[in-house]
Every structure is written in C-alpha cells, then in structure tokens.
C-alpha cells in the first residue's frame, strides 16, 4: 500500500467492478473537508450520465456493498453524491505502526529507477555567487534529495560558468593591468597573489569597460578564442581564476549545505565540442549566417520565432549554448541519464528550449529526456529582483552572513542558548539561518517570485523553517526526557482525533513525496512539513504522553512522538534543512 488513498482506492474498485461501474472513477483522496470526512471520492457523480441514474442512488449502491470494513465504515453520502470516507482506528494505527519502522518513513520508492542528472548551482567563475544563484542551489538541492530517496541514482552537477566572454574579459583586463604579458614573472607573481576580491573588482570593470570600449570589447573576444584553442599565457590564468573562484564558492556551497557529485564546469565539456561540430555538420545542421555557425531550432507551430543555436561565433568561440550542448554528448557518453533536470532561473527559458531542440534534432538526447526546471526571482520590497541598498548585487556570502546575524539576535530574544556554549550557539544560530532562508524559498512553487524579508523569514511563528527546528527540537527533548525515565514506545493504538490527526499527517508523506517528484517541486514537502508540525502540535496540546497513566496508551503516544520526528526530519531533509539537538 503506498497509502491510506491507494488502499481506500483499492476497495473502491473492487465495488465498482462488482456494481458494473467503470473503475476508472473509483479514485479516493484526501477530503478538503476534513469536517466532513477524511477522504472522498466523487466517481458516483462521475459515472452516473453513462449509467443513466441519479448520483446519490449509485452512492447508496456504493455504500450498500462496501466490504472492507476493517479499512473503512461504509461512507456516508453527502450532497450530490459525495461519499465520505473514515478509516478505522485499526487501519490508521497499522498504517501509522508501518511509518514508524519504514525506512522511508512511509513514502513509497519510484517503481523502476532511473539516472537523473540534475544541473544546479551553476555558478560562474570570477562573478561570485550572489542571491539568483542562491535559489538556484535551494533548489536544485532539493529536487536532487527528492529524486534519491525515491531511489533514483542521481548526480549533481554545479555546472560552473568557466569558459565564456567573461574570461576574455578577465584576461584581457590582467593584460592591461600588468601592461602585456611579456614578463612571465610578474606574470605568475600575479597570479600566486590572486584573490576572490581581486576577481570581484577586475569583473565588473571590465564588463563596463567593454560596453564603451569597442577596441577592448574585440580584444576580449579574442582572448576568449584563443583561451578556448588553448593558448598561453592565457589557459594558465584561466586554471588560476578558476581555482580561486571555485575555492571561495566551495566554501558557500558547504555553509549551504549544497554539495554536488560533479564539480564539472562548462569548460569540461570542451574536449567534446570539436567532435560535435563536425557531428552537426555531417548532418546538415549547422549553416552559417554572418560569420557564424547556427543551428535552426525554430519549428511549425511556435508561437513566436525561437532564434537558433549560436554554436561558433564569428570570432570562432564556443558560446554558452555550444557548452550545453556538448556537455549533454559528455554526459550521454560518461554517465547516460534517463532524465536531466536543468534548475535554473525561468529567464533562460529560451536559451534551454534552443539547446534541447538542437540536442533532440542532432538525436542526442529524446526531448522529453531534458527539463527546465525554472524558477521565479526573489525580491526586493519593489518587486525587483533583489539588490543591496547601494544597489548592487548581494553576494551570497554576505546574504548567509545577515541571516546569521539576525538569527543569533532572534535566538537572544527568545531566550534560547543562553546555557551553550559558543560553539553549539553559533551550530545552532547557522542552522536556524539557513533553514529560515531555504524554508522561505521552498514553501513557494518553484515558479512563484517571493519577497526577500528575513524578519519574516525568521520568525518562529507561522509557515517558517525556524518554526519547524522548534517543532523538531521539541519532540527530540521529549524522547529524551522519556528516555531518561526508561518510558519505551510500544504498538501505536490511535483512538482520540489528535492521535488520529497526527495519523493521518503522518499518512501524507508519502503523496507529498510522489508530488514533489512528479511537478519536480518541492513546496509539497514544505506544506507536508508544517502540516505533520501542526498536527504534532494538536496532539502534543490533547494527548498527554509521559503524563498518561495508562501504559499501552503511553507507549503508543511515544511511538507516535518518535515516528512524528524521523518523518519530519526526513522532510527537513528533503528540503536541505538540518535541526538542532536542542534549542
Ligand atoms: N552559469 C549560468 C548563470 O549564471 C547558469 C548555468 C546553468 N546551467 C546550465 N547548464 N546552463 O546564468
């Protein structure tokens, strides 16, 4: 059984193939009245036109002949024929005695698995990474954790910006700075001395120097053509870029808590282009227009004209599309996935639909093997993609660095920590920080842009990630506490509605899993995250656990506690959120 829906679904098929009704429409799910009933199903209303009879008569047949009573009472009809369903307290505790010992914790695996590859992250080398790849990393993480504990074999890749315009324009800005590289000593002097600042101030100078400066916008093109035909000096100063780069967004990437299986940048995918080009060719796919190579990916039908693939400038470099392309021949040919999942801003759009088309004319890959996965912006209070008050970009190094800040101040007003020591508070400050920051963004569809507020993000109120390291931390002290005392968990019996609730939460695991997997969207965790915390909560409030008397009744309300915290720290896990022992 993947749930209590699939097993209600079970019985109901069965009766409608009994009475003759097509069992296409025996589906049950989860009611959204809940004071009405638990789960419904509407498939009386539904075949009732090719029956020929009023909905509320093939309700009551329904009824009438429901057998699996230890599952479910026979449902009661409401409105227009509306079943309404209640499971047995028998069948909710066996369900919720499952959860507690499944390694799952109640979710089910995907039937065959499959080699995903997810692209995420995709910071670019001498920019640092700042808040657009933040959800970028949030995300992909995420979809990365879902895809494997549903029993995928999954890689990540960070797909580092590293073989673009942009090293041109680094290199040739060194040339200036260090007039020429005639001096090879000054030269590698430079380079051993070189720092993620220095990056950061040569980039942007050098990007707005280019606008205005066409002798020096030419001389950057060609510095990246002749980066990318392995010239010297300049195939040296990009491995150093690259080093320094890397380094510094290592080091991000673990505050996150993002990592990947592959730490591949676009420039690994270099030693594959000149194959590929040939490749195109010989297939009459690539034609040149002004200088250029392309590949047409227009096709009947669009709505608007999608403009071709750049594969070879006109100064003879490989473009960011070139890179993605041969990059999908690398991966086909070193690790062969079933799906690939690009999880990068919605922006892109078209740069990914080119890419994909191009790949599925050239019979790379079939074009329902690669996704975009995009997302939405996150904001500033004008609606804007988010800037810092001087109106730059935010690094993402200082973003972690505010949440931190604010965190430790929210964790000094609620009076927590003060009995830590300075390591386990600053543990814990990180934790609340970076769960306030993911929850924030993972409780949106992916989709949906979302206003940058850390206060809001941090409260330990409402549908936030601190509030759910509370409610995590909370059942863990007591566990403890009944540990202490020698209380054990035993066979959970739910009889009262808060241990039911807590039951039925505990239930939904496993659609929000299937969910999230299947929209490749992981706000179904966060919603299933704060729905079993409130249920907790319920049931903490109504059914003493150390304080009841009755033995079998305290073992079970423990086994509850206990199965409550696995599954929502798997949850929590899903999402890249770790909690405290204590806070
Ligand atoms: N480096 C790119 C950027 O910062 C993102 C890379 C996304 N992944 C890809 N395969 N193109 O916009």
Same mark, same amino acid.
């Given at each position: 059984?993947?749930?209590?829906?699939?097993?209600?679904?079970?019985?109901?098929?069965?009766?409608?193939?009994?009475?003759?009704?097509?069992?296409?429409?025996?589906?049950?799910?989860?009611?959204?009245?809940?004071?009405?009933?638990?789960?419904?199903?509407?498939?009386?209303?539904?075949?009732?036109?090719?029956?020929?009879?009023?909905?509320?008569?093939?309700?009551?047949?329904?009824?009438?002949?429901?057998?699996?009573?230890?599952?479910?009472?026979?449902?009661?009809?409401?409105?227009?024929?509306?079943?309404?369903?209640?499971?047995?307290?028998? $069948? #909710? *505790?066996? %369900?919720?005695?499952?959860?507690?010992? &499944?390694? @799952?914790?109640?979710?089910? /695996?995907? +039937?065959? !698995? =499959?080699?995903?590859?997810?692209?995420?992250?995709?910071?670019?080398?001498?920019?640092?990474?700042?808040?657009?790849?933040?959800?970028?990393?949030?995300?992909?993480?995420?979809?990365?954790?879902?895809?494997?504990?549903?029993?995928?074999?999954?890689?990540?890749?960070?797909?580092?910006?590293?073989?673009?315009?942009?090293?041109?324009?680094?290199?040739?800005?060194?040339?200036?700075?260090?007039?020429?590289?005639?001096?090879?000593? $000054? #030269? *590698?002097? %430079?380079?051993?001395?070189?720092?993620? &600042?220095? @990056?950061?101030?040569?980039? /942007?100078? +050098?990007? !707005? =120097?280019?606008?205005?400066?066409?002798?020096?916008?030419?001389?950057?093109?060609?510095?990246?053509?002749?980066?990318?035909?392995?010239?010297?000096?300049?195939?040296?100063?990009?491995?150093?870029?690259?080093?320094?780069?890397?380094?510094?967004?290592?080091?991000?990437?673990?505050?996150?808590?993002?990592?990947?299986?592959?730490?591949?940048?676009?420039?690994?995918?270099?030693?594959?282009?000149?194959?590929?080009?040939?490749?195109?060719?010989?297939?009459?796919?690539?034609?040149?227009?002004?200088?250029?190579?392309?590949?047409?990916?227009?096709?009947?039908?669009?709505? =608007?004209?999608?403009?071709?693939?750049?594969?070879?400038?006109?100064?003879?470099?490989?473009?960011?599309?070139?890179?993605?392309?041969?990059?999908?021949?690398?991966?086909?040919?070193?690790?062969?996935?079933?799906?690939?999942?690009?999880?990068?801003?919605?922006?892109?759009?078209?740069?990914?639909?080119?890419?994909?088309?191009?790949?599925?004319?050239?019979?790379?890959?079939?074009?329902?093997?690669?996704?975009?996965?995009?997302?939405?912006?996150?904001?500033?209070?004008?609606?804007?993609?988010?800037?810092?008050?001087?109106?730059?970009?935010?690094?993402?190094?200082?973003?972690?660095?505010?949440?931190?800040?604010?965190?430790?101040?929210?964790?000094?007003?609620?009076?927590?920590?003060?009995?830590?020591?300075?390591?386990?508070?600053?543990?814990?400050?990180?934790?609340?920080?970076?769960?306030?920051?993911?929850?924030?963004?993972?409780?949106?569809?992916?989709?949906?842009?979302?206003?940058?507020?850390?206060?809001?993000?941090?409260?330990?109120?409402?549908?936030?990630?601190?509030?759910?390291?509370?409610?995590?931390?909370?059942?863990?002290?007591?566990?403890?506490?009944?540990?202490?005392?020698?209380?054990?968990?035993?066979?959970?019996?739910?009889?009262?509605?808060?241990?039911?609730?807590?039951?039925?939460?505990?239930?939904?695991?496993?659609?929000?899993?299937?969910?999230?997997?299947?929209?490749?969207?992981?706000?179904?965790?966060?919603?299933?995250?704060?729905?079993?915390?409130?249920?907790?909560?319920?049931?903490?409030?109504?059914?003493?656990?150390?304080?009841?008397?009755?033995?079998?009744?305290?073992?079970?309300?423990?086994?509850?506690?206990?199965?409550?915290?696995?599954?929502?720290?798997?949850?929590?896990?899903?999402?890249?959120?770790?909690?405290?022992?204590?806070?």
């Amino acid at each position: 059984m993947t749930d209590l829906a699939a097993a209600l679904t079970d019985a109901m098929k069965a009766i409608f193939r009994q009475l003759d009704l097509d069992a296409g429409h025996a589906g049950v799910r989860r009611s959204d009245r809940p004071d009405l009933g638990e789960f419904q199903a509407n498939g009386a209303l539904a075949v009732a036109k090719q029956a020929g009879r009023k909905p509320q008569e093939i309700a009551a047949d329904i009824s009438a002949a429901w057998r699996d009573l230890a599952l479910a009472d026979a449902p009661t009809i409401a409105g227009a024929g509306f079943l309404n369903f209640r499971v047995t307290d028998a $069948a #909710l *505790s066996a %369900r919720a005695d499952t959860i507690a010992r &499944d390694p @799952l914790c109640g979710a089910s /695996p995907v +039937a065959a !698995a =499959r080699k995903v590859l997810v692209d995420y992250g995709g910071p670019n080398v001498a920019k640092g990474m700042h808040v657009g790849h933040l959800r970028a990393s949030i995300i992909g993480e995420s979809l990365k954790r879902v895809f494997r504990f549903r029993g995928d074999q999954v890689w990540g890749d960070a797909h580092f910006g590293d073989w673009g315009f942009q090293m041109g324009l680094m290199i040739s800005a060194l040339e200036d700075e260090l007039n020429g590289f005639a001096d090879g000593e $000054a #030269l *590698s002097r %430079r380079l051993k001395a070189l720092t993620l &600042d220095d @990056l950061e101030e040569i980039y /942007p100078a +050098a990007s !707005a =120097r280019a606008k205005e400066d066409e002798a020096f916008r030419d001389r950057a093109r060609k510095a990246t053509a002749a980066l990318q035909a392995g010239q010297e000096p300049h195939r040296t100063i990009w491995a150093a870029m690259r080093v320094v780069s890397m380094d510094a967004q290592k080091r991000d990437f673990a505050s996150l808590g993002v990592t990947f299986d592959l730490w591949r940048g676009e420039a690994d995918a270099d030693p594959f282009i000149a194959d590929m080009v040939q490749d195109l060719r010989d297939k009459n796919l690539l034609e040149p227009d002004q200088g250029a190579q392309i590949v047409r990916v227009a096709e009947e039908g669009d709505k =608007r004209e999608l403009p071709p693939l750049l594969v070879i400038s006109s100064e003879g470099s490989a473009m960011y599309g070139t890179t993605d392309l041969a990059t999908i021949v690398q991966r086909e040919s070193e690790i062969d996935p079933d799906l690939y999942l690009y999880v990068v801003d919605q922006r892109q759009g078209d740069h990914f639909e080119q890419v994909f088309r191009a790949a599925a004319r050239a019979g790379y890959v079939a074009r329902d093997q690669v996704e975009h996965i995009g997302f939405g912006t996150m904001n500033g209070p004008d609606g804007k993609p988010f800037k810092t008050r001087a109106g730059g970009v935010l690094k993402l190094h200082d973003l972690i660095g505010q949440a931190e800040e604010r965190a430790r101040a929210r964790l000094r007003e609620a009076d927590i920590g003060a009995d830590f020591s300075a390591d386990e508070f600053e543990d814990v400050a990180h934790k609340v920080a970076i769960a306030a920051l993911k929850f924030a963004d993972l409780v949106n569809f992916r989709g949906t842009s979302y206003v940058f507020d850390l206060d809001r993000f941090m409260s330990f109120e409402g549908k936030t990630g601190p509030y759910l390291l509370y409610a995590a931390v909370r059942i863990k002290s007591i566990l403890r506490k009944a540990d202490e005392q020698g209380a054990e968990p035993g066979a959970i019996r739910v009889s009262t509605p808060d241990e039911r609730g807590l039951a039925l939460a505990l239930d939904g695991f496993s659609a929000a899993c299937m969910q999230a997997y299947d929209k490749r969207a992981p706000h179904f965790i966060s919603e299933h995250a704060y729905d079993l915390a409130q249920a907790f909560s319920a049931f903490y409030a109504n059914c003493p656990v150390l304080g009841e008397a009755d033995p079998a009744v305290r073992a079970s309300r423990l086994a509850l506690a206990a199965a409550a915290l696995k599954q929502l720290e798997a949850a929590l896990d899903l999402l890249g959120i770790a909690a405290p022992q204590r806070m």
